[in-house]
């Protein structure tokens, strides 16, 4: 493996990938775990966390050498969480601001509910549906967070510049979002023409965000600043907080999380370069 990392480090970021990514269409499609009563696509992630302290193991690396430090854990915490929430404040005032401009009364709700592409919500308000949401999201965004931007940033950036690892790992991060589209189409959810335009939408948002993660990741030198942004946006952003209208919930929630995703990027962005230029000084 330490021959592969030196030598043909995309080839071994695509063959760990190809296995995550076989266990995640796997659970959507024939486990279907998020039906039953955990109501959560959980196995593959728990998988994902297992076989990157394999690699690890074999790659005689430790969890802080990717990102995982315990100095600044609380601090880069609360970084991402503030990032997360300033920036959906901010989508989330621009789409009530629509709603009143278009003479619809709209008002936001706190309940949990499973993110889904057609629209179709379950509300929940009891208090263990609440920590069972953040339990299992720390898992998910521990698995892609150490697996995207920890691991495969370190392998990558042995050979290439951190920019080009960075995009590649943002890349495979996107291509990871397309098994839900995909089920949707098979689910007979959702067209052909849908499903591809979905796909190609996933691949750029989550590419976006992944883009703008491996950038904290950068900045901070460590994974706490982008796994908090990226829980707030998996928690509160998608399931915790909705906006509901006259005609449903949650409507724009696509163009919701767009706007912030956008947002954020552009924030991350400028403040990646200005340490670039002070570093440079």
């Known amino acids: 493996m330490e021959k592969n990392i030196t030598c043909k480090p995309v080839n071994l970021c695509l063959a760990i990938f190809t296995l ?10 024939l486990i279907e775990t998020d039906k039953t009563a955990i109501g959560e696509n ?3 992630k728990a998988v994902g966390i297992i076989l990157l302290a394999l690699v690890l193991k074999r790659m005689h690396v430790t969890w802080s050498d990717i990102g995982f430090q315990r100095d600044g854990f609380v601090s880069g915490i609360l970084k991402g969480l503030l990032l997360g929430s300033a920036c959906f404040a901010v989508s989330y005032g621009l789409e009530l601001a629509v709603f009143i401009l278009q003479g619809q009364p709209a008002h936001l709700e706190i309940y949990i509910s499973s993110f889904s592409l057609t629209g179709s919500q379950v509300k929940h308000t009891g208090f263990i549906f609440f920590v069972l949401c ?3 999201n720390v898992i998910n965004v521990w698995m892609e967070e150490g697996i995207f931007r920890g691991l495969f940033i370190k392998i990558l950036s042995g050979t290439k510049p951190f920019m080009q690892a960075n995009f590649i790992a ?3 991060f996107g291509v990871w979002h397309i098994v839900m589209p995909v089920r949707s189409y098979m689910k007979g959810e959702m067209s052909f023409a849908a499903m591809v335009l979905m796909g190609c939408g996933y691949i750029v948002l989550a590419g976006i965000m992944g883009i703008k993660w491996g950038l904290l990741y950068r900045i901070t030198g460590n994974l706490w600043a982008g796994l908090g ?3 707030f946006n998996n928690t509160i952003a998608t399931n915790m907080l909705h906006v509901i209208s006259l005609t449903g919930a949650d409507e724009w929630q696509i163009v919701r999380i767009m706007a912030a995703q956008i947002i954020s990027f552009a924030f991350v962005l400028v403040l990646y370069h200005c340490r670039n230029r002070a570093g440079n000084r």
């Not at 995550?20 to 499609?29: D, G, P, Q």
Request: aromatic share 28%; with cysteine; net charge negative.
């Open 170 to 172: 943002a890349f495979l």
């Open 20 to 29: 995550c990514l076989s266990v995640r269409f796997a659970e959507y499609f």
């Open 229 to 231: 942004d990226h829980l």
């Open 134 to 136: 953040v339990f299992f």
């Open 42 to 44: 959980l196995l593959h």
